[in-house]
């Protein structure tokens, strides 16, 4: 453990859906600036965890601290103010609103009303933050439904920014992406990781292999194992977890 490092630290966390155990004793540390890809097969229990980050799902037992602070029990659009950003797979884009519009109306969602005024003068800096990083500066005002996929996902990703979070959670960002958007979503990683902690739930290996550096292994709802990459994809029992699917 970083101590007080650690923007994140989940203790001996379980998740029971009915009898059953999605989540079974997890532990999780993430320093800040950290990014970490969490994977594992399906069911391993990789949603009910952001779940339960996020505030949608109530765990059994154990503790989530973000920044000090407790998140079991608080509401989602409290975890949310506290600095906790996540991607959904359904997409949050207005599609008739303008690539700009889009990232302005998910940056007022952290500004109080007056600030409105000032919106009339121009961009946000957040808003301007977030088009630089995800590289959409030239699409700023085109509608949001002229977007290839890939823009899209990275639109999503800058709205997120947009509402300065601390923490990211992105839910395979890279799916449904050619190869070329693929490379440049993993750059964007890179740079905003530089200076936000991130969590990837990835299943792409060979996306791993270049982008992340630290890996969690979730297995029945257990961390099977933690690592590089390339100890983690040499580890057997990840080996058979995947073969085994
Ligand atoms: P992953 O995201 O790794 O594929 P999930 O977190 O979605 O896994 O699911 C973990 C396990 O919990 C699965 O067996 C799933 O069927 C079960 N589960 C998830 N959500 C619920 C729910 N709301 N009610 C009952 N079982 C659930």
Request: proline share 3%.
């Amino acid at each position: 453990d970083t101590g007080a490092e650690a923007l994140l630290e989940i203790r001996d966390l379980s998740v029971v859906f009915d009898g059953f155990r999605a989540l079974d004793g997890v532990n999780l540390t993430l320093a800040r600036g950290e990014l970490r890809f969490l994977i594992g097969p399906n069911g391993a229990g990789k949603t009910t965890l952001i779940d339960v980050i996020t505030g949608l799902t109530r765990p059994a037992g154990g503790s989530v601290r973000f920044g000090g602070k407790d998140l079991v029990g608080r509401k989602e659009h409290e975890i949310v103010r506290l600095g906790v950003g996540r991607t959904f797979q359904t997409s949050v884009v207005f599609e008739e609103l303008t690539v700009v519009e889009n990232l302005d109306l998910a940056a007022s969602f952290r500004r109080p009303l007056w600030a409105l005024a000032g919106r009339r003068r121009g961009v946000s800096e957040a808003v301007r933050a977030a088009l630089a990083t995800t590289g959409l500066e030239e699409l700023a005002e085109r509608p949001a439904r002229v977007l290839s996929h890939g823009q899209r996902q990275w639109l999503e990703i800058g709205m997120l920014i947009a509402q300065r979070p601390s923490l990211l959670l992105l839910d395979e960002p890279v799916a449904g992406m050619s190869q070329d958007e693929r490379a440049r979503t993993g750059e964007l990683l890179t740079e905003i990781a530089e200076d936000h902690t991130v969590i990837v739930v990835e299943h792409d290996m060979d996306f791993l292999r270049r982008y992340a550096s630290q890996v969690t292994v979730l297995h029945e709802g257990r961390v099977l194992t933690e690592g590089s990459v390339d100890d983690v994809s040499a580890d057997p029992r990840v080996q058979e977890v995947y073969l085994g699917r």
